[in-house]
């Protein structure tokens, strides 16, 4: 890990911001003294890391090296810091104070200066200890080797993930049985049993998103349990996945008192049980690590003997036994040999046919499965170490040589998972560490985990590149490598969510603690909350004591606890982010922190219900190196937010609805996402904002009769490849003011080739009207369309179905039209198609050949709709939806239209 602190500095001594300042204040042939000692010290660090666990020598050495990169961060910090402070000082107009001014800044100067002449000291005394006591000699020569290496991006394919599992379709069948057992009524738990690794949860999955299962229950639901679970939270999801929450329900959630707490859930159990008695439903706990659990939910799920079912996967037999007596443990195997095999090659081989290359290889794939146990977790992680390997004999016997094979089955998996990190570069041991920073079994939205990275500075600038696409290579490295899973990926293919395994999660949490780089505060440590040398901070608990928190040397704060320390003690803070339902939090002096790059509250399963109003925004100006600002929830003044668009430095921000966007004078050279702001007046009668690298607009109550203004607008715009306008009126001089829309001619944008996403919404607005769609409407290669309440008069779809590479398709009460009409060899690429609230609809027509590769349908709201095409000849097909249709429809495809649908799995009709 000292090689990944080493390049994290090295990182920090190259940005532009940071190299400026320094070099303002004549430090900057010191800064490079520093550089070129510290990429000398990294060249030796990845034998080293490898070698110290044997040698002491060595291990001293790499903390020596460690700690001293620590301090230049330290320093560098300190230094841009207090620079900040002295520059947000109240103007001075005279000479006089602005020579006063500088002179503050001596002392300051000639204190940095100090400190890197006692560093670059303590570096040449490292590099002499290196030849004194033979570290050199132990580590051989690799001064001339390059300290790292960027991972190369290649095509991922959507469905690579760890689902297609070899060696689980008998294990699937068996649970199958037993959760659709007919001659068992009552409600019965099935439990998967086996040792982390051996794919339980993997199981569960292929069993709950089997077709027979999906067919046979009303309410199915996934709760992922681990081992910090709250029971009220277990019990508010199964609630909320039957029916929206009542205020009173949310109001019991707030409650902090145990008798309260105890009301709450006593009630939560009540609600459960009724709502559930209605039903034959499935649920699944996953990841069970207490017997008490059971104990604690069994009351909310009745047994009205209908062949409800709970399935559950855990690590203990006891807890089987103690659910269900009379159901046995259904015991997961270990792979047999040809599976093992089988597994390896299918994760070293992703894009290749590994037959080509099994002579060469000779018995080493076989030595490496006999080697891993059968453990499906340990195969998968060798076979992606693998994937990064020359597939030769030598390449592959080297990486056999790396393992410490003499061990017990458990010790042995971690050394390979251990291995397997300390194989990965540089650049990547950090950004694997930083996912110790969420609980188990969390889904983590990648955009936001990419500008967290961004912010702390983990991401080298790469010419050609933003700092975003780096990031996204390095999180397919890590998939690749198999340390990271996919959950979902967006439909132009980059992942979307992830999440990462227990046992490698651990490996996450022990590296992140072994080198100072994280501290996780949760309920085992809640008396131990403070740390002087900790660098990043993640909370998991109420626990009123960490608002005594005192990590004086934070740079990142993530907290998923309605608790939040005072955030003005962490001078160096980088990240803060609220992430789950909060209490009030006071940002009254965020401006202290003048490092703050990310700034984010935000709930991944909804708006925070804010009661108050978040008063900082006079403060933010003065955090001149903020780079994303995600405010999500119910803000109820956003008047005073204009002072944001003073930040050069603003790479993505979201604001909440009703927020408006930057005025015309703003220059934002580094903004790439600004969403779910509103249009300003001035926009259109003194000109747009720059904006020269947006990537994603959002942009809300777009007056219609300015479309030309906002053409000339999209014209300055070389990078866009998301859109989304939601079409309104204005209110000038206290009047309504709307009109007819004609809506843009985008062939002549520079954007029309590289945008992906488009989202058009008219907002309800009854004037809105579209005789026809032109092509010339739609960037070529659009992959995502959504067109909402535009009112448009003739049939869209023969225009549409030429935009060869879409793949997603929604048209939400936007055709007044009777007909919808498809030809043969349209939509080539489409997978998804959602047609909502289409009121006049009644016929939708596809020739034969047309939607060729089309998965998913859903048609709602629909009323009028008497027929659909016949779909046999849709063989992707695996899901259709249809619902709320008022004629006769519904009935028809379960009788005698029946061979229409009847190949697709998935059929939900209502």
């Given at each position: 890990?000292?090689?990944?602190i080493v390049?994290?500095v090295?990182?920090?001594?190259?940005?532009?911001?940071?190299?400026?300042?320094?070099r303002?204040?004549?430090?900057?042939g010191?800064?490079?003294?520093?550089?070129?000692?510290?990429?000398w010290?990294q060249?030796?660090?990845?034998?080293?890391?490898?070698?110290?666990?044997?040698?002491?020598r060595?291990k001293?050495?790499?903390?020596e090296?460690?700690?001293?990169?620590?301090?230049?961060?330290?320093?560098?910090?300190?230094?841009?810091?207090?620079?900040?402070?002295?520059?947000?000082?109240?103007?001075?107009?005279?000479?006089l104070?602005?020579?006063?001014?500088?002179?503050?800044?001596?002392p300051i100067?000639?204190?940095?200066?100090?400190?890197?002449?006692?560093?670059q000291a303590?570096?040449?005394?490292i590099?002499?200890?290196?030849?004194?006591?033979?570290?050199?000699?132990e580590l051989?020569?690799?001064?001339?080797?390059?300290?790292?290496?960027?991972p190369?991006r290649?095509?991922?394919?959507?469905?690579?993930?760890?689902?297609?599992v070899?060696?689980?379709?008998?294990?699937?069948?068996?649970i199958v049985?037993?959760?659709?057992?007919?001659?068992?009524?009552?409600?019965?738990?099935?439990?998967?049993?086996?040792q982390?690794?051996l794919?339980k949860?993997t199981?569960?999955?292929k069993a709950?998103?089997?077709?027979?299962?999906k067919?046979?229950?009303?309410?199915r639901?996934w709760?992922?349990?681990?081992?910090q679970?709250?029971l009220?939270?277990?019990?508010?999801?199964l609630l909320?996945?039957i029916?929206?929450?009542k205020?009173h329900?949310?109001?019991?959630?707030q409650?902090?008192?145990?008798?309260?707490?105890?009301?709450?859930?006593?009630?939560?159990?009540?609600?459960?049980n009724?709502?559930l008695?209605?039903?034959?439903?499935?649920?699944?706990?996953?990841?069970?690590?207490?017997?008490?659990?059971?104990t604690q939910?069994?009351?909310a799920?009745?047994d009205?003997?209908?062949?409800?079912?709970?399935?559950?996967t855990t690590r203990?037999s006891?807890f089987?036994?103690?659910a269900d007596?009379?159901c046995?443990?259904?015991?997961?195997r270990?792979?047999?040999?040809?599976?093992?095999?089988?597994?390896?090659?299918?994760?070293?081989?992703?894009?290749?046919?590994?037959?080509?290359?099994l002579?060469?290889?000779?018995?080493?794939?076989?030595r490496?499965?006999?080697?891993?146990?059968?453990?499906?977790?340990a195969?998968?992680?060798?076979?992606?170490?693998?994937?990064?390997?020359?597939?030769?004999?030598?390449s592959w016997?080297?990486?056999?040589?790396?393992?410490?094979?003499?061990?017990?089955?458990?010790?042995?998996?971690?050394?390979?998972?251990?291995?397997?990190y300390?194989d990965?570069?540089?650049?990547?041991?950090?950004c694997f560490m930083?996912?110790a920073?969420?609980?188990?079994?969390?889904?983590?939205?990648?955009?936001?985990l990419?500008?967290i990275?961004?912010?702390?500075?983990?991401i080298?600038?790469?010419?050609?590149?933003?700092?975003?696409?780096?990031?996204?290579?390095y999180?397919?490295?890590l998939?690749?490598?198999?340390?990271?899973?996919?959950?979902?990926?967006?439909?132009?293919?980059?992942?979307k969510?992830?999440?990462?395994?227990?046992?490698?999660?651990?490996?996450?949490i022990?590296?992140?603690?072994?080198?100072?780089?994280?501290?996780i505060?949760s309920?085992q440590v809640?008396?131990?909350?403070?740390?002087?040398t900790?660098?990043?901070?993640t909370?998991?608990?109420?626990?009123?004591?960490?608002?005594?928190y005192?990590?004086?040397?934070?740079?990142s704060f993530?907290?998923?606890?309605?608790?939040m320390?005072?955030?003005?003690?962490?001078?160096?803070?980088k990240?803060?982010?609220?992430?789950?339902?909060?209490h009030?939090?006071?940002l009254?002096?965020?401006?202290?922190?003048?490092?703050?790059?990310?700034?984010?509250?935000?709930a991944?399963?909804g708006?925070?219900?804010?009661?108050?109003?978040?008063?900082?925004?006079?403060n933010?100006?003065?955090?001149?190196?903020l780079?994303?600002?995600?405010?999500?929830g119910?803000?109820?003044?956003c008047?005073?937010?204009?002072?944001?668009?003073?930040?050069?430095?603003?790479?993505?921000?979201?604001?909440?609805?009703?927020?408006?966007?930057?005025?015309?004078?703003?220059?934002?050279?580094?903004?790439?996402?600004l969403?779910?702001?509103?249009?300003?007046?001035?926009?259109?009668?003194?000109?747009?904002p720059k904006m020269?690298?947006?990537?994603?607009?959002?942009l809300?109550d777009?007056?219609?009769d300015?479309?030309?203004?906002?053409?000339?607008f999209?014209?300055?715009?070389?990078?866009?490849?998301?859109l989304?306008?939601?079409?309104?009126?204005?209110?000038?001089?206290?009047?309504?003011?709307?009109?007819?829309?004609?809506?843009?001619?985008?062939s002549?944008?520079?954007?029309?080739?590289?945008?992906?996403?488009?989202?058009?919404?008219g907002?309800?607005?009854?004037?809105?009207?579209?005789?026809?769609?032109d092509?010339?409407?739609?960037?070529?290669h659009?992959?995502?369309l959504?067109?909402?309440?535009?009112n448009?008069e003739?049939?869209?779809?023969?225009?549409l179905?030429?935009l060869?590479s879409?793949?997603?398709?929604?048209?939400?009460?936007?055709?007044n039209?009777k007909?919808?009409?498809?030809?043969a060899?349209?939509?080539?690429?489409?997978?998804?198609?959602?047609?909502?609230?289409?009121?006049?609809l009644?016929d939708?027509?596809?020739?034969?050949?047309?939607?060729?590769?089309?998965?998913?349908?859903?048609?709602?709201?629909?009323?009028?709709?008497?027929?659909?095409?016949d779909?046999?000849?849709?063989?992707?097909?695996?899901?259709l939806?249809?619902?709320?249709?008022?004629?006769?429809?519904?009935d028809?495809l379960?009788?005698?239209?029946?061979?229409?649908?009847?190949?697709?799995?998935?059929?939900?009709?209502?």
């Open positions: 890990m000292a090689e990944s390049n994290l090295l990182t920090k001594l190259t940005d532009a911001t940071v190299k400026e300042t320094l303002l204040y004549q430090a900057g010191k800064l490079d003294a520093l550089q070129h000692e510290l990429r010290i060249a030796f660090l990845k034998d080293a890391e490898i070698k110290q666990n044997s040698n002491e060595v001293t050495w790499v903390s090296v460690r700690e001293v990169a620590y301090r230049i961060e330290d320093v560098v910090d300190t230094f841009m810091a207090e620079v900040d402070d002295n520059n947000n000082q109240p103007a001075m107009n005279n000479f104070n602005r020579v006063i001014k500088k002179a503050k800044m001596l100067n000639y204190k940095l200066t100090y400190e890197f002449d006692e560093i303590k570096l040449h005394e590099k002499e200890w290196t030849e004194r006591y033979g570290v050199n000699r051989g020569d690799n001064s001339s080797a390059v300290p790292t290496r960027r190369v290649e095509v991922v394919l959507p469905d690579v993930d760890d689902l297609d070899i060696g689980l379709e008998t294990d699937k069948e068996n049985k037993l959760l659709l057992d007919p001659n068992t009524r009552r409600r019965c738990v099935v439990s998967v049993v086996g982390g690794g794919g949860t199981l569960a999955k709950y998103n089997s077709d027979e299962v067919g046979a229950f009303e309410f639901f709760l992922s349990v681990s081992q679970y709250k009220i939270d277990l019990l508010k999801m909320e996945g029916r929206p929450l205020q329900e949310k109001d019991l959630l409650t902090k008192d145990p008798a309260s707490q105890q009301r709450a859930e006593e009630h939560f159990i009540i609600k459960l009724t709502s008695r209605e039903k034959r439903y499935l649920i699944i706990m996953d990841d069970v690590w207490t017997e008490d659990l059971w939910v069994e009351k799920l009745p009205v003997k209908n062949g409800s079912r709970v399935l559950v203990f006891e089987a036994r103690r007596p009379t046995d443990p259904y015991n997961l270990f792979l047999r040999e040809e599976e093992s095999v089988q597994l390896l090659l299918k994760k070293a081989f992703p894009y290749q046919d590994p037959e080509a290359y002579n060469a290889l000779s018995d080493l794939p076989k490496f499965a006999i080697k891993c146990g059968g453990l499906p977790l195969l998968i992680v060798v076979g992606g170490l693998l994937s990064r390997q020359q597939p030769t004999y030598s016997h080297k990486v056999f040589t790396k393992f410490s094979w003499q061990t017990n089955d458990g010790m042995r998996c971690t050394q390979i998972l251990t291995t397997s300390e990965m570069p540089a650049v990547l041991k950090p930083y996912f920073s969420f609980p188990e079994d969390y889904e983590i939205n990648v955009k936001f990419i500008r990275w961004v912010s702390e500075g983990l080298p600038e790469i010419n050609g590149r933003t700092m975003e696409e780096t990031a996204e290579d999180l397919e490295d998939v690749q490598r198999s340390m990271i899973q996919v959950s979902t990926r967006s439909y132009n293919g980059s992942i969510y992830c999440r990462i395994h227990d046992l490698l999660h651990d490996l996450a022990e590296k992140a603690k072994e080198n100072n780089f994280l501290q505060i309920t809640g008396q131990n909350c403070s740390s002087s900790v660098r990043r901070a909370l998991h608990c109420n626990c009123e004591d960490i608002k005594k005192t990590g004086q040397n934070l740079r993530l907290c998923f606890s309605n608790y320390p005072k955030v003005v003690r962490f001078k160096y803070l990240v803060l982010c609220q992430m789950t339902w909060g009030e939090i006071s009254a002096n965020i401006s202290e922190i003048t490092q703050l790059r990310y700034l984010g509250y935000f991944p399963y708006q925070f219900g804010f009661d108050y109003e978040i008063e900082f925004w006079e933010i100006s003065c955090m001149r190196n780079q994303t600002i995600h405010i999500k119910n803000i109820m003044d008047s005073r937010a204009d002072c944001i668009w003073n930040i050069k430095t603003l790479r993505h921000v979201s604001l909440p609805l009703g927020s408006f966007g930057p005025p015309s004078t703003a220059d934002l050279p580094n903004l790439q996402t969403k779910s702001v509103m249009v300003r007046e001035s926009w259109l009668t003194k000109g747009w020269p690298s947006i990537r994603m607009l959002g809300w777009f007056p219609p300015y479309e030309e203004s906002f053409h000339n999209l014209n300055g715009l070389h990078n866009l490849t998301s989304c306008i939601v079409i309104g009126s204005i209110i000038i001089g206290g009047t309504h003011h709307s009109s007819s829309y004609e809506m843009l001619d985008m002549t944008l520079p954007s029309y080739n590289l945008m992906q996403s488009l989202v058009v919404n907002d309800w607005n009854p004037s809105m009207r579209y005789k026809a769609l092509i010339c409407f739609f960037p070529i659009l992959i995502k959504s067109l909402n309440h535009s448009i003739e049939d869209p779809m023969p225009v179905e030429n060869k879409l793949r997603r398709l929604e048209l939400f009460n936007t055709y039209g007909q919808l009409s498809c030809a060899g349209g939509f080539p690429r489409l997978e998804c198609l959602r047609l909502i609230k289409m009121r006049y009644e939708w027509k596809v020739e034969k050949g047309g939607m060729p590769l089309l998965k998913k349908i859903n048609i709602t709201w629909c009323y009028n709709l008497v027929t659909i095409p779909l046999q000849h849709m063989t992707s097909l695996n899901a939806t249809i619902k709320d249709v008022r004629t006769d429809l519904p028809r379960r009788g005698e239209e029946s061979y229409k649908i009847q190949h697709i799995p998935l059929i939900e009709i209502k």
